[in-house]
């Protein structure tokens, strides 16, 4: 099957003396081209009573990497599991205009951080407004940066409860079928987001350069955050999940989803990449595309995010200041308003990741798959440097 590994080891080095590839994203590429090779070295796994051997090769745990994510996304999730509030959820995302894509491309740790707090700044403003809710609800937000087909397109997806904690401590249920007003939160959000460019222009923790490679002049500048100022801004919103389940499987497409994932590439040759894509535009119908190996690198390398940087948060009765104290008395609210019996404190042990990976092979991997017997394990030595 073909693979994201397969189209950097095809064409990665003469990408990356034709391009300039930043040290992040070099570490990524490097990461993605050793994941379960013999750079990385291994173990043979050999059955003594029937004669079975198998190598297995060690991961690159990098985040950016499609072979890495799965057990990482499973103890995320059992995690949220002990976390999540037994209330509907509101799943909303928040978009900014492509005309701001060259500047948050140029300025990322600074706007990526920003359209988290423009966004969890909106959001905490009007459902503490009595008209539209007045109570403090508790929510998570996750950076995209990608669209379907692997063009930047900056975003961020929020997941809310359907109410929240009133000043009395009462638990006080959203109105209607929606989570807030979008046309409201749309032009909240456009505010916050372009008065916090604005700042942090005048403060010269922004740059913005044009095709030219030359910093483009104030007046640019602003004409440029004025334009976005007179756009209608979009911000999507669903109808609620039934109960924290729900919301558990959703996530999991979100959480740790990658730019592309290995089953939607079709085929890679030395020069080419056909993939699949979802056209939303179109129905939501999944369409063929093919790239050159270096436009598909250079878009993947768009979306590797800057050392450190964190894309998952909590805000609100999620965040995690005291939160397992927090939580029960959340709890204990949530109770007394659907008048249900007490929630019991949830112990329940979280899955290792040895458990994570038998869970998902159907199988213990400590075992030979032929006889059943144990199996003996070999080191494998790394491969040289090059």
Same mark, same amino acid.
């Given at each position: 099957m073909a693979e994201v590994q397969d189209v950097f080891l095809a064409s990665f080095e003469e990408y990356g003396m034709n391009h300039f590839v930043p040290l992040q994203a070099r570490k990524a590429a490097k990461a993605i081209m050793e994941c379960r090779t013999q750079a990385l070295g291994g173990h043979t796994d050999v059955c003594?009573?029937?004669?079975?051997?198998?190598?297995?090769y060690?991961?690159?745990?990098?985040?950016?990497?499609p072979k890495c994510q799965t057990v990482k996304k499973e103890q995320w999730i059992g995690k949220r599991k002990q976390d999540m509030l037994d209330v509907k959820h509101f799943h909303t995302v928040f978009t900014i205009p492509s005309e701001l894509n060259a500047l948050v491309l140029q300025n990322q740790c600074k706007l990526y951080g920003l359209l988290f707090t423009a966004s969890a700044g909106t959001v905490k403003e009007l459902t503490a407004?009595?008209?539209?809710?007045?109570?403090?609800?508790?929510f998570m937000s996750?950076?995209?940066?990608?669209?379907?087909?692997?063009?930047?397109?900056?975003?961020?997806?929020?997941?809310?409860?359907?109410?929240?904690?009133?000043?009395?401590?009462?638990?006080?249920p959203t109105r209607g079928k929606y989570f807030l007003p979008v046309k409201v939160?749309?032009?909240?959000? #456009?505010?916050? @987001?372009? $008065?916090?460019?604005? !700042?942090? =222009?005048?403060?010269?923790?922004?740059?913005?350069?044009?095709?030219?490679?030359?910093?483009?002049? #104030?007046?640019? @500048?602003? $004409?440029?955050?004025? !334009?976005? =100022?007179?756009?209608?801004?979009?911000?999507?919103?669903?109808?609620?999940f039934n109960g924290a389940e729900g919301v558990f499987e959703y996530l999991g497409r979100y959480t740790h989803r990658l730019v592309i994932s290995n089953n939607r590439i079709l085929s890679v040759d030395g020069e080419k990449t056909a993939f699949l894509?979802?056209?939303?535009?179109?129905e939501s119908?999944?369409?063929?595309?093919?790239?050159?190996?270096?436009?598909?690198?250079?878009?993947?390398?768009?979306?590797?995010?800057?050392?450190?940087?964190?894309?998952?948060?909590?805000?609100?009765?999620?965040?995690?200041r005291s939160k397992s104290t927090r939580l029960e008395l959340y709890r204990s609210a949530l109770d007394a308003r659907f008048r249900r019996k007490p929630h019991k404190k949830r112990d329940r042990q979280l899955e290792t990741p040895f458990e994570i990976v038998v869970r998902i092979l159907g199988r213990d991997p400590r075992f030979c798959p032929r006889c059943g017997s144990l199996l003996n394990q070999e080191p494998l030595a790394r491969a040289s440097p090059a």
């Open positions: 003594t009573k029937c004669g079975y051997t198998h190598q297995s060690n991961s690159c745990r990098n985040r950016n990497c407004d009595p008209k539209y809710l007045g109570a403090s609800v508790g996750i950076l995209h940066s990608w669209g379907s087909n692997m063009s930047f397109h900056p975003h961020i997806h929020m997941v809310a409860t359907a109410g929240g904690i009133a000043p009395d401590g009462r638990w006080k939160l749309s032009s909240l959000f #456009r505010g916050k @987001f372009l $008065s916090g460019c604005r !700042a942090l =222009y005048d403060r010269g923790e922004l740059s913005l350069r044009g095709d030219n490679g030359n910093a483009v002049s #104030r007046n640019a @500048f602003s $004409s440029l955050i004025d !334009a976005c =100022y007179q756009k209608d801004w979009v911000v999507y919103s669903k109808v609620p894509w979802k056209d939303y535009k179109d119908k999944l369409k063929e595309t093919t790239l050159s190996n270096e436009e598909f690198i250079r878009r993947f390398l768009l979306h590797v995010l800057p050392t450190g940087f964190t894309r998952i948060r909590h805000y609100g009765l999620y965040s995690s």
